[in-house]
């Protein structure tokens, strides 16, 4: 794996396999992907070749290392059948428990609006699992609600070691004025809201926006509205598939405040890694994020879509240097203190010892 150009759920694993190394032995379902990475959620050719790869593999190690635990996580779209295929088929040959994982940050969309034989269907491979690990009360309210009958445990979302103390090791008394955006470039990350924002009479005011396309057109969208309305000179667009360990710290700790108007999320991994940085968040109360941060306590929350409330929020930020401070410093608490590494881990190796 690629300790410098990898995803969120990627990520997220490895910060589990390297914080838990000592305690258990972990054997990876690693499959080399060269094409199509952008496209991992859609049911096509290509996706339908490493499923059959991957599925072929998975067969091979369980029968192979007899794990006691499989863990493995679960997505929105097509792969929400895959993953749970791929854990209840581990199951049949030898695997002792089966744990999900659930990361799709619209997945109560996407089930809600699943036709009744196909939500059926899932309901009962879910149920066949020993457990469902969830990042929040949200969501297991959500799955208990929908009839999912497995044990779920909350464990909070880890984020990668070697971002941790790269961040640990970087004064952050050097910032510049420039907001920061990561994450999918389109509608449901709150990107067109952005692009609106910056439209208005803002002032002076400039981002960086960093990303892939979400859907397809989204970047040409994107950019043919950036070109239009002439905000070169307040959005800096920068595609990046996988961004770089290197460069996401330099953002995180060259960049002022991270402005994150997502319209729907599970628990994002770049808000948990903006805390650890100790930048000031602009965000949405949406999925596991109210659960841990508290409007003008450690974070600055605005409604999904208000186009006015994230002006207010991004004017806030720039008249006011004390608050601005105070809440990029609260959010490094709320890190410290709820969402730390230490904290997940030991949360993590106790579901593993249960089972």
Not at 310 to 316: E, H, L, S, T, Y
Request: aromatic share 10%; proline share 3%.
């Amino acid at each position: 794996m690629n300790d410098e150009n990898i995803g969120s759920i990627a990520s997220l694993n490895r910060a589990i396999v390297d914080g838990l190394a000592n305690d258990f032995e972990f054997i990876p379902l690693n499959i080399i992907r060269k094409y199509g990475k952008s496209k991992l959620s859609k049911f096509n050719i290509l996706n339908i070749f490493y499923f059959l790869k991957q599925y072929v593999f998975l067969i091979y190690q369980v029968l192979k290392h007899k794990p006691d635990v499989v863990h493995y996580s679960i997505n929105s779209n097509w792969s929400l059948e895959k993953s749970l295929l791929f854990l209840n088929t581990a199951k049949i040959f030898g695997a002792n428990k089966a744990i999900g994982h659930l990361h799709g940050g619209a997945f109560d969309v996407f089930m809600d609006n699943m036709n009744t034989f196909r939500k059926k269907v899932s309901l009962a491979l879910f149920s066949n699992l020993d457990l469902v690990i969830v990042a929040s009360s949200f969501w297991k309210d959500y799955l208990n609600r929908n009839g999912v009958n497995s044990r779920i445990e909350i464990v909070n979302n880890p984020i990668d070691l070697k971002y941790i103390s790269r961040i640990n090791n970087i004064s952050n008394n050097n910032r510049n004025e420039n907001f920061l955006f990561i994450g999918s470039l389109g509608k449901r990350k709150g990107v067109y809201d952005i692009i609106e924002v910056c439209r208005t009479n803002i002032g002076e005011f400039k981002i960086d926006l960093i990303g892939s396309e979400d859907k397809t057109n989204d970047l040409r969208k994107i950019s043919s509205l950036i070109q239009e309305n002439k905000l070169e000179s307040k959005i800096n667009l920068i595609i990046s598939e996988k961004l770089s360990l290197i460069d996401k710290v330099r953002f995180f700790t060259e960049n002022r405040v991270f402005l994150f108007p997502s319209h729907n999320e599970n628990f994002p991994l770049v808000i948990i890694e903006a805390a650890c940085a100790g930048i000031p968040i602009i965000t949405t109360p949406v999925g596991a994020v109210p659960e841990f941060f508290t409007h003008l306590k450690n974070i600055y929350f605005i409604e999904p879509g208000n186009i006015e409330e994230i002006i207010g929020a991004i004017r806030f930020m720039q008249t006011n240097e004390v608050e601005r401070d105070r809440l990029g410093k609260a959010a490094r608490h709320t890190y410290e203190t709820k969402l730390s590494d230490k904290i997940v881990m030991s949360q993590l190796k106790n579901v593993y010892n249960t089972l």
